[in-house]
């Protein structure tokens, strides 16, 4: 069984600070890694993808991925109230075409 | 705007009803899927489509039933062998990728189903 592992949370941390959100996989061969940002009641949208070992960033967001150690994290810098949601990590399932396997979510809360 | 529209926000089923949700995309993507989301779970898979004409049991396709007639659409049938539909229903789409590679999937609004 193919499994994606994340820390339900909640994660809390203050105005400003780094916030550091992991994600373990069980697939060694997973090529495709995605971090999807979800505020309660609302669907999921996209904060990044990685595809390479190494760091990733975008404005305020880092990704980073390490498939030896079949892991792959996001850092939030100068974390904002408006931070405050579940964050869902997805890797892609190479068992089925174009398939993703999610894990269930940390929530992160951002209190000023 | 492109984009994926679902239908409708909220809805209520009675006990024994089957009930359809609609998903609809005008991005142009090959691929669509159908997860179902529990509170304070993450998404699992129902059924997702690759192509036209053909779709793919996902992880929890027992009581659902959906048809690609057309690339832009991928409904979804909440049939009454589903004994506990009550959940948050998402559709997305993406580019078919091949070589072990999936490309990223983007989310409709979501459908929010009551069994009352």
Redesign the interface.
Known sequence: QKE?EQN?GPLSVPEGAIASLNCTYSDR?S??F?WYRQYSG?????IM?I?SNGDKEDGRFTAQLNKASQYVSLLIRDSQPSDSATY?C?V???G?????I????TRLAVHP | DGGITQSPKYLFRKEGQNVTLSCEQNLNHDAMYWYRQDPGQGLRLIYYSQIVNDFQKGDIAEGYSVSREKKESFPLTVTSAQKNPTAFYLCASSTALGGGSTDTQYFGPGTRLTVL
């Open positions: 994606v339900s061969g090529q495709s995605f609302k669907s999921p949208e996209l993808s595809y869902l997805a892609n399932d190479r089925g075409y174009n398939k993703l999610f894990g269930a979510g």
